[in-house]
């Protein structure tokens, strides 16, 4: 077989490259390593350049295509067959055109190094065109999806993405699943890997058709549908209003409260929140919906993941929302589930949820009109439901900003139950100084109890040097939060049934 592939012979040559074929239609990898062994993929890169007849371009493919598919990919993107596959997709043949696509995304799947091959030598324009003609619902599959290969991870500078753009927006309408799928995961790939993605997504025109297949029954559609609309929803203000005025609230309440896989309930719950981390009209927007609701629930009774995810977004919303929003968290019960979070040792979580606590403290400070006698119902609320305990543990927090903003929430606010029975001597100018020591009973380990005192009077003598004081106007900085890295592979057999 190998002397008749590099025979002179045209006719030859076809008969050894069909047996070649066959040889791997049985997918043993044994027989891939003996056809690898014999260096023939060059042979059959060659092959694809000759037009007479055109049954050699395509059986050479055909074998590249199932190569490609193997372990040794990248010995197919550097035997010279990715510019020939190229012109490929220009051919007067449907049936080559096709096949070179299929070899061509196998390629661009397997590696970055070879999807930048292929990208190197422009294939992106020539798959374009086709989707411009008519075409088998196969076949357009097939081009879907190494579409979808070839837009994942950062795109080159040169490469056109508005065009690419045009084309999915066309087919995240369409009534095939796999096409629909592939579609979604490369607009997920785009926003997510093209600087400035987020905008020209919004630009073609996509979130309307995407928050309308956040209902989409299956969840081979819903996953890549929900993972790009988090990816944008981790663009601006602006970007973020787009699929709210296009209707995702509602779409995200029922997800949250209807038995949905977990994956599922922690991309919406990332959607909520990176809506809540901005303006006060998008934070009312999350509650005239009952999304906030759902998502309370989900920080009550969840899986610690999930439980982190949805402290996101009511600690979003807590931190930048106005008095009558914070008061309706507060309503709703947020408060305890939020002191629990506090255990967790997420640096960014953590001291989101402290900002949120220190917003809604402010707020019951707000609430007392100037009344000194009359407690913070918030901050005799924490204490008495074992919050007060989770703030003292960050005094050993491996975050110097956690623990200042914890140390500042307790002195703030339960300044005698931490100092409670500490000797008070007069300092330099008369007034009265905390020393070295903690509380006797004070739950502390040994090795705390010598250093909790000095962390207690230099922090209070930083922050109060510099006037800070807590009820002065909190500054909220946006926290939102991209989903990068996400393939479809990640979730592959779950087996879901989603809920009718």
Known sequence: MVDKVWSDDTA???????????????????????????????????????????????????????????????????????????????????????????????????????????????????????????MKVSVLRTATWALSNLCFGKLPAEVQVKPILEIISLLIHS??????ADACWALYYICDGVEGGIQDALDAGVCPQLVKLLMHASANILLPVITSLARISAGDDTQVQVIVEQGILPCLAQLLARNYPKIIKKQACLIVSNITAGSKDQIQA??????MNHVIVLLKTSETDLKKEAAWAISNAASGGSSDQIQYLVSRGCLEPLCNVLKYQDVDLVYTCLEGLQNILVEGEIGKQGNESVTNPYAQFILENGGLDNLEELQDFDNDVVYKLAMKLLERYWDEEVSDDVNLPASKDGSAEKVETVPEDAAQPPHREIFIGVKFFLVKCLYYAVELKICECVEYVHRRRACGGVTPADFAGFGWILPI
């Open 175 to 180: 009534a095939d699943e796999k096409i629909l």
């Open 12 to 134: 030859t040559q076809l008969e050894a490259t069909v047996q070649f074929r066959k040889l791997l239609s049985d997918g043993k990898n044994s027989t891939m390593i003996k056809i690898i062994r014999a260096d023939v993929l060059p042979r059959f890169a060659e092959f694809l350049s000759r037009q007479r007849p055109p049954q050699l371009q395509m059986e050479a493919a055909w074998v590249l295509t199932n190569i490609a598919a193997s372990d040794y990919t990248l010995l197919v993107a550097e035997c010279g067959a990715v510019p020939r596959l190229v012109e490929l997709l220009e051919s007067p043949d449907a049936n080559i055109r096709h096949q070179a696509t299929w070899a061509l995304g196998n390629i661009a799947a397997d590696m970055p190094s070879c999807r930048e091959i292929v990208l190197d030598h422009g294939a992106v324009t020539p798959l374009l065109a086709q989707f411009k003609e008519d």
């Open 286 to 291: 999350v509650i005239d919906a009952d999304v």
